[in-house]
């Protein structure tokens, strides 16, 4: 009986781990695209890397492009200079990109990352107890969502993108005139 209760929990464990962490990398070609959808912003709060709490409200009078990403998602890690330079793009009054780390534990890991791949034009924020991707229903990272001036989420983008892609940066003007 040990046995088989020993097999079950370990099946049940693979499971779980083929459900929630298989699309993690969200590699597939379905999953890469943008989606438009209007309706409202996440409500859960975030904090800076003082520990002082934000919400999407701080960024409202501006379009605000959030990041979802974490240091072990490689390609988190590889679209950040994408967007770091794509905020050099426009100016931080109109558009902004958010990046919120979602590690757990120190933050010492994402500072560090920011700082060795010299991020120096996005800010860079916290969710250690993953309360935005449940609530935006993230389907794995790189999860970005575009948030309109009146924060309301308009559109997702579900995988790693080229951000200064001209379509991206043609689409952000849009709504930011």
């Known amino acids: 009986m040990k046995q088989y209760n020993l097999f079950s929990k370990v099946s049940l464990l693979y499971a779980i781990l083929f459900l929630f962490c298989n699309p993690l990398y969200a590699e597939t070609t379905d999953l890469k695209k943008i989606i438009f ?14 520990s002082i709490n934000y919400s999407l409200d701080d960024f409202s ?19 950040m200079p994408s967007l770091d330079r794509l905020q050099g793009k426009f100016d931080k009054s109109k558009f902004e990109v958010i990046a919120i ?12 990352f920011f700082k060795d791949n010299d991020i120096k034009n996005i800010s860079l ?16 990272l790189p999860a970005t969502i575009l948030i309109n001036q009146d924060g309301k989420q308009i559109a997702k983008y579900l995988g790693p993108a080229d951000w200064e892609d001209q379509y991206f940066v043609d689409l952000f003007s849009k709504y930011i005139n």
Not at 37 to 50: L, Q, Y
Not at 61 to 79: F, H, I, Q, S
Not at 125 to 140: H, M, Q, T
Request: proline share 7%.
């Open 37 to 50: 959808e209007e309706k409202p912003g996440f409500t859960s709060n975030f904090v800076d890397e003082s």
């Open 61 to 79: 009078g501006k379009v605000t492009l959030v990041n979802l990403w974490a240091t072990w998602c490689k390609p988190c890690k590889e679209e």
């Open 101 to 112: 780390n979602l590690d757990r534990g120190p933050k010492a890991k994402a500072q560090s």
């Open 125 to 140: 924020y916290f969710d250690s107890k993953n309360n935005i991707p449940r609530e935006i229903k993230a389907l794995g």
